[in-house]
């Protein structure tokens, strides 16, 4: 089992550049999820896809943030343009069921705008 | 909206001692769920409570739903070196349209050896 895989593990970009992180969920699992960690707010959801669909986006932070879920296999959470307070650690988790089921998170990408 | 509290943020402790920390959430909740994340790494799951009152063990881990499901707590008996890390609870209103797993900000553990 390989794992929730996200890319790149490292992101450091310009103000008002656009930057797209990448995630695979675990073969088999339903739901995926992305987190934004920071210091100050802690975890957050920005969106939930339950069978590559769009289930709960309120917590995606404004326009500039878009997310898809073209199959079952893949998701890009993506930002533009990206400005220095969208800094934070961006997470990938997937589940089998939904939201009763424990979350298997990848290793995050660590983003930081300049 | 729903909130899920874990209060202090750090907690520093002897190795050897025993170590609590709570989570309260402002509703009910459906259930509960505990993860560990180590410096530099991401959530790991360690365990999901459902029943009110429940009780599961790990280890030298010990963890608890509150009679009125509102609330969570995470025992350390003798800590190590290897407890060192973030606790985070994450807590699920009853299973709706709506429903949303909500993380408390965590306690950070560090351990003197």
């Known amino acids: 089992d390989a794992g929730v895989i996200q890319s790149p593990r490292h992101e450091v970009t310009e103000m008002g550049q656009e930057v797209t992180l990448r995630c695979k969920p675990i073969s088999g699992h339903n739901s995926l999820f992305w987190y934004r960690q920071t210091m100050m707010r802690g975890l957050e959801l920005l969106i939930y896809f339950n069978n590559n669909v769009p289930i709960d986006d309120s917590g995606m932070p404004e326009d500039r943030f878009s997310a898809k879920m073209p199959n079952a296999s893949f998701s890009t959470l993506k930002i533009q343009p990206s400005e220095p307070r969208d800094s934070a650690v961006y997470f990938c988790a997937s589940s089998i069921w939904d939201l009763n089921s424990p979350l298997h998170f990848g290793n995050g990408t660590r983003l930081t705008v300049t | 909206g729903q909130q899920v509290m874990q209060i202090p943020q750090y907690q520093h402790v002897q190795e050897g001692e025993d170590f609590t920390t709570y989570c309260n959430s402002s509703t009910t909740l459906s259930n509960i769920q505990w993860y560990k994340q180590r410096p530099g790494g991401h959530p790991v799951f360690l365990i999901q409570?459902?029943?009110?009152?429940e009780v599961k063990k790990q280890k030298r881990l010990t963890f608890q739903f509150g009679e009125a499901k509102k609330n969570s707590s995470l025992h350390i008996t003798a800590t190590q070196t290897t407890d060192v890390g973030t606790y985070f609870c994450a807590g699920l209103l009853a299973v709706g349209a709506n429903s949303k797993l909500t993380f408390g900000k965590g306690i950070t553990l560090s351990v003197r050896p």
């Open positions: 409570l459902v029943k009110s009152g």
